[in-house]
């Protein structure tokens, strides 16, 4: 079990920094946005980087989040502007703080350390706390609204498209027998009927037999994949030519989403291939930095098992 200090760190270890640091480039006098602030980790370290006259504007939908941050980095509060906001609003948020463009965004995707390590918000199927998961909780839908009151059928198509969950069915149905005799209110009563569900021989190999249906029910809960391209389609207008995006993502689904989009966003012409001639008239409008994306080093995950399973894809505006 961890100290408090070991958990302290985990709260605000940023992923793959050297490489955000090394594709952003921060400098004095740039610009740049945290679109995912969490718990500062990165936003502490672009600060840091573009002394003394860079600035970044850091955007949470979590209150907590935005508090702890504006305690962690008051040493750079006159360069540090931290929104309440989803990161869809980037273009509103930049021009209500009077910015036209900026160097660099980053979002780091998934649930911060910050809000997975506090049990109260039910994210962890590591800790029992009461089936909530939501990243913003003036927000009304919460997990165990999922699992009390949509269909057999919802549950399984969410839990198979969002999870990626080969138990898909079975899951939903064991919710739904132990739904009709109690109210599922906490992540343990969860776990362990996703347990019994799951037949032993595939409990004993391969993440937490919870992992992925947690992972889909947080994602219907927070909308997640959705507000993702959204976002991805109002920002490249936010960065100056030559400025750069960079996306950290933890899973296939949210991976999926920006390669394409970049790779669209880079091709320009979206003519079907059976016409002689371009009649769509797109341009590009970015080019990739590494194509293939970056993957953690192993020295990395050693220190910090969340990050095995990240890869980050950058894209610079043309």
Do not use: W
């Not at 980087?49 to 209150?63: C, E």
């Not at 390590?117 to 039910?122: F, I, K, L, M, Q």
């Not at 057999?152 to 009709?180: P, T, V």
């Not at 919870?210 to 389609?233: M, S, Y």
């Amino acid at each position: 079990m961890p100290d408090e200090d070991d958990r302290y760190l985990n709260y605000h270890r940023p992923v793959l920094l050297e490489e955000i640091i090394d594709v952003l480039k921060p400098q004095s006098g740039g610009v740049y946005v945290d679109c995912t602030l969490g718990g500062a980790g990165h936003t502490y370290h672009l600060l840091e980087a573009s002394s003394p006259r860079g600035k970044v504007v850091g955007i949470d939908q979590d209150t907590d989040a935005i508090n702890a941050a504006t305690e962690r980095l008051k040493d750079f509060s006159d360069r540090a502007f931290l929104v309440k906001g989803n990161f869809t609003d980037l273009p509103a948020i930049l021009n209500r703080l009077g910015i036209e463009v900026v160097d660099g965004i980053l979002y780091d995707l998934g649930v911060s350390s910050y809000q997975l390590d506090n049990p109260d918000r039910g994210f962890s199927y590591k800790k029992d706390a009461l089936l909530d998961m939501r990243m913003d909780r003036s927000k009304e839908k919460t997990a165990e609204d999922l699992v009390n009151n949509l269909s057999q059928d919802e549950l399984a198509n969410i839990i198979s498209k969002y999870g990626e969950e080969r138990f898909a069915g079975r899951i939903a149905f064991f919710i739904c027998r132990e739904r009709e005799n109690t109210r599922i209110t906490t992540t343990g009563q969860l776990v362990e009927i996703i347990k019994q569900a799951i037949p032993a021989r595939y409990r004993r190999v391969g993440p937490h037999p919870a992992k992925r249906t947690f992972q889909a029910l947080r994602i219907e809960v927070n909308g997640e994949l959705d507000v993702l391209v959204t976002a991805l389609e109002g920002m490249i207008d936010c960065l100056k030519p030559g400025g750069r995006v960079a996306v950290i993502t933890y899973h296939s689904l949210e991976d999926r989403i920006v390669k394409d989009f970049f790779k669209r966003k880079s091709q320009g012409c979206q003519c079907s291939k059976e016409f002689p001639v371009c009649v769509c008239t797109v341009k590009p409008s970015i080019r990739l930095i590494k194509a293939g994306g970056v993957t953690p080093s192993a020295e990395e995950i050693e220190g910090n098992p969340r990050a095995r399973s990240a890869r980050l894809r950058v894209a610079q505006r043309l």
